[in-house]
């Protein structure tokens, strides 16, 4: 059992800034990834960046250049940089960790923080 907890959403204009963070616990190892989702409303849950546990690092095309996923090992905490925000990055953003071994591999998924661009 994997408990993430997420914090950082709000709302913002267009072209500010936001780091979500998201603080893991429980049954912590053997991590493949982490990584943040986001959905809109009427759109299916899409992949926004993924960092695996060599730290390789992989983003959506629609925010290279503008976010960063990071992790801290020693705090278990996963962040997601947001620069640059667009009204288009408007969506409920979720935490990703999966864990488990080759044979019997485990999902887990944050309650979701509400990230809303306007003017």
């Known amino acids: 059992q994997v408990q993430l907890v997420e914090s950082g959403g709000g709302l913002v204009q267009p072209g500010g800034s936001l780091r979500l963070s998201c603080a893991a616990s429980?049954?912590?190892?053997?991590?493949?990834?982490m990584g943040w989702y986001r959905q809109a409303p009427g759109k299916q849950r899409e992949l926004v960046a993924v960092?695996?546990?060599?730290?390789?690092?992989n983003y959506a095309d629609s925010v290279k250049g503008r976010f960063i996923i990071s992790r801290d090992n020693a705090k278990n905490t996963l962040y997601l940089q947001m620069n640059s925000l667009k009204p288009e990055d408007t969506a409920v953003y979720y935490c990703?960790?999966?864990?488990?071994?080759?044979?019997?591999?485990?999902?887990?998924w944050g309650q979701g923080t509400q990230v809303t661009v306007s003017s």
């Open positions: 990703n960790l999966e864990r488990g071994t080759a044979s019997a591999r485990y999902v887990y």
């Open positions: 960092i695996t546990l060599s730290g390789t690092t």
């Open positions: 429980g049954s912590i190892f053997n991590i493949y990834a």
